[in-house]
């Protein structure tokens, strides 16, 4: 695969549970890039209005034991997914900045050269403060010729 650009399919669904009530999910699907550098696979992709990051470009890092999202545009912040640690960065937005605190729970990775799953369920903090459990699932899927 090398650094190759694929053109995939990429559908994300995450669940927010805030413990107030009815978890909020989100399911997005979009076309975006997958290749492969060094030991990682790496999807990108841009975020819509359905996301409420219109202008942001994800780029999604896949290692065997790390996942790190990465936004820049409307909101720039970096998510370090790694089982069983706990990882604080700030979350920059519009509308202020904020510390985001990711302890990952249970992390399930199974990607190759053309594509795959990852599931990951984890806790947030945010500013210190505890909001929630969360997942999200992604299935990336290479885009055929003839599609």
């Known amino acids: 695969m ?3 650009n694929r053109n995939v399919i990429i559908l994300v669904k995450g669940t927010q549970n805030n413990g107030s009530g009815e978890p909020n999910l989100l399911e997005l699907v979009t076309e975006g890039k997958y290749y492969k550098k ?6 990108v992709y841009k975020e819509t ?10 780029t999604v890092s896949i290692s065997p034991r790390k996942v790190t999202l990465t936004r820049s545009g409307s909101v720039n912040s970096q998510l370090i997914f790694e089982q069983g640690h ?3 960065s700030y979350y920059d937005t ?8 990711v302890l990952t729970n249970f992390m399930d990775i199974k990607v190759d050269e053309h594509g795959g799953e990852l599931m990951v369920d984890y806790s947030l903090e945010i500013d210190s403060s505890r909001t929630g459990d969360n997942d999200f699932y992604m299935s990336i899927r290479e885009v055929k010729e003839n599609e």
Do not use: P
């Not at 060094?38 to 999807?43: G, I, T």
């Not at 209005?49 to 994800?58: D, H, L, P, R, V």
């Not at 519009?94 to 605190?101: E, L, W």
């Open 86 to 88: 706990k990882h604080v």
């Open 49 to 58: 209005e359905i996301t409420g990051m219109s202008g942001t470009t994800t």
């Open 2 to 4: 090398s650094n190759e």
């Open 38 to 43: 060094e030991d990682s696979f790496y999807v």
């Open 94 to 101: 519009v509308s202020g900045a904020f510390t985001i605190g």
